[in-house]
């Protein structure tokens, strides 16, 4: 996924005060970066498809859904993931479980969304945004899980493979392994029915 205008545009939110409907922030000495607007929409697209495959039992999807969200969430704002997006359950019997107010649960939802929006479309070699390139392409090779461990399990980070220490003599960033792994899906898809 490059980051840019045409690319963020369409999903930028309109009346948004950070990038003013464009998708993109400018900051002098920084490079471009996608609004957080543009990621709450990517991350609200593919929960909707989600949602949608799992009606429909399109477990490879979901596995590689939910597994993202396990890899680069720490255990409790997957905790909120899991209760409030996959289970639908409204903030006011989020807050009881997770031990928390509503002011700091909103800020983590909004957190949770732009995270997984960044990853959901920078993962690689796979990523699942945009949403048609993962349901038809020619890749042969099936879903992969990402395994990543972060350093704390109290913070959660975001995978940025711009910011990896340079790439191995094998092309991938360093940090990062890829796996294809059944039973990482299978546990994932059985995490999900949950
Ligand atoms: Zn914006």
Same mark, same amino acid.
């Given at each position: 996924?490059?980051?840019?205008?045409?690319?963020?545009?369409?999903?930028?939110?309109?009346?948004?005060?950070?990038?003013?409907?464009?998708?993109?922030?400018?900051?002098?000495?920084?490079?471009?970066?996608?609004?957080?607007?543009?990621? #709450?929409?990517? $991350?609200?697209? *593919?929960?909707? &498809?989600?949602?949608?495959?799992?009606? @429909?039992?399109?477990? !490879?999807?979901?596995?590689?859904?939910?597994?993202?969200?396990?890899?680069?969430?720490?255990?409790?704002?997957?905790?909120?993931?899991?209760?409030?997006?996959?289970?639908?359950?409204?903030?006011?019997?989020?807050?009881?479980?997770?031990?928390?107010? #509503?002011?700091? $649960?909103?800020? *983590?939802?909004? &957190?949770?969304?732009?995270?997984?929006? @960044?990853?959901?479309? !920078?993962?690689?070699?796979?990523?699942?945004?945009?949403?048609?390139?993962?349901?038809?392409?020619?890749?042969?090779?099936?879903?992969?899980?990402?395994?990543?461990?972060?350093?704390?399990?109290?913070?959660?980070?975001?995978?940025?493979?711009?910011?990896?220490?340079?790439?191995?003599?094998?092309?991938?960033?360093?940090?990062?392994?890829?796996?294809?792994?059944?039973?990482?899906?299978?546990?994932?898809?059985?995490?999900?029915?949950?």
């Amino acid at each position: 996924m490059t980051w840019d205008r045409s690319s963020t545009i369409a999903l930028a939110k309109y009346h948004c005060s950070r990038c003013h409907g464009l998708g993109m922030l400018f900051w002098a000495y920084h490079r471009p970066r996608p609004c957080p607007c543009v990621l #709450r929409t990517i $991350f609200h697209a *593919c929960l909707t &498809r989600y949602r949608h495959a799992q009606a @429909r039992k399109e477990e !490879e999807y979901c596995a590689d859904f939910v597994l993202l969200a396990k890899r680069i969430l720490d255990p409790w704002h997957f905790r909120l993931f899991r209760i409030h997006f996959l289970g639908g359950r409204p903030w006011s019997r989020c807050i009881g479980p997770l031990r928390t107010n #509503r002011g700091f $649960f909103f800020h *983590c939802v909004y &957190r949770v969304q732009e995270i997984l929006g @960044r990853a959901l479309a !920078e993962l690689l070699p796979y990523p699942l945004w945009p949403l048609d390139h993962y349901f038809h392409s020619n890749h042969t090779l099936g879903p992969l899980g990402i395994v990543w461990r972060p350093q704390s399990t109290q913070h959660y980070r975001a995978i940025d493979p711009d910011r990896l220490p340079s790439s191995n003599p094998n092309g991938r960033p360093r940090g990062l392994n890829y796996h294809i792994h059944t039973e990482l899906r299978q546990a994932a898809a059985a995490h999900a029915k949950e």
